[in-house]
T-cell receptor, first 118, second 116 residues
Framework: NAGVMQNPRHLVRRRGQEARLRCSPM?????VYWYRQLPEEGLKFMVYLQKENIIDESGMPKERFSAEFPKEGPSILRIQQVVRGDSAAYFC????????????????FGPGTRLTVL | AQTVTQSQPEMSVQEAETVTLSCTYD???????LFWYKQPPSRQMILVIRQEAYKQQNATENRFSVNFQKAAKSFSLKISDSQLGDAAMYFCAYRSLTGANSKLTFGKGITLSVRP
């Protein structure tokens, strides 16, 4: 059973370009989370999605950032008109989402995408 | 809002010795989960151990155990018989059980080095 897949692993963009980060959850997982890690910092929650639905986007900047998790295919985190401050590692995690209130529903993380904005 | 604090930025331990990493958190909730994740130089986030707040018994996974003090809102990780492969950043994380929100709130992490 393959783990959470993210690609690309490294992405370089110039200011003003668009960045697209992809995440394929573990097989059988229907919940996806995106986190951002700035240098020397812990991970910060951005958005939580289920298939075709955004459940919680409270951690995502209101402008330039969007996320989707279509019925078919990977989850996409899209950053438009990137700026230097967007340089960070972006992690995706997935969970089964089937266990109910007291399920640990452990989140399994992908290897991350390191975005560098020149 | 919940917060997680890891006040020690770095720690060092001799191989085969025991080390304890500290974590405190702030919440008004009574039901939640706590986690320790390890991030080695590869940057992959690896779950080390988890604790359900409603359980009084401290979680244990092989050489890793926690000291969960709910009243004090403290959740420390003890690593016994430290190995070179334990060298990594360690993050403490909180997960609420309120509503549909299952996001993780992380501390800033602590860098653990292991001396041979």
């Amino acid at each position: 059973n393959a783990g959470v897949m993210q690609n690309p692993r490294h992405l370089v963009r110039r200011r003003g370009q668009e960045a697209r980060l992809r995440c394929s959850p573990m097989k059988g997982h229907s919940h996806v989370y995106w986190y951002r890690q700035l240098p020397e910092e812990g991970l910060k929650f951005m958005v939580y999605l289920q298939k075709e639905n955004i459940i919680d986007e409270s951690g995502m900047p209101k402008e330039r950032f969007s996320a989707e998790f279509p019925k078919e295919g990977p989850s996409i985190l899209r950053i438009q008109q990137v700026v230097r401050g967007d340089s960070a590692a972006y992690f995706c995690a997935s969970s089964p989402g089937t266990g109910g209130r007291y399920s640990t529903d452990t989140q399994y993380f992908g290897p991350g995408t390191r975005l560098t904005v020149l | 809002a919940q917060t997680v604090t890891q006040s020690q930025p770095e720690m060092s331990v001799q191989e085969a010795e025991t080390v304890t990493l500290s974590c405190t958190y702030d919440t008004s909730e009574s039901d939640y989960y706590l986690f320790w994740y390890k991030q080695p130089p590869s940057r992959q986030m690896i779950l080390v151990i988890r604790q359900e707040a409603y359980k009084q018994q401290n979680a244990t996974e092989n050489r890793f155990s926690v000291n969960f003090q709910k009243a004090a809102k403290s959740f420390s990780l003890k690593i016994s018989d430290s190995q070179l492969g334990d060298a990594a950043m360690y993050f403490c994380a909180y997960r609420s059980l309120t509503g549909a929100n299952s996001k993780l709130t992380f501390g800033k992490g602590i860098t653990l080095s292991v001396r041979p």
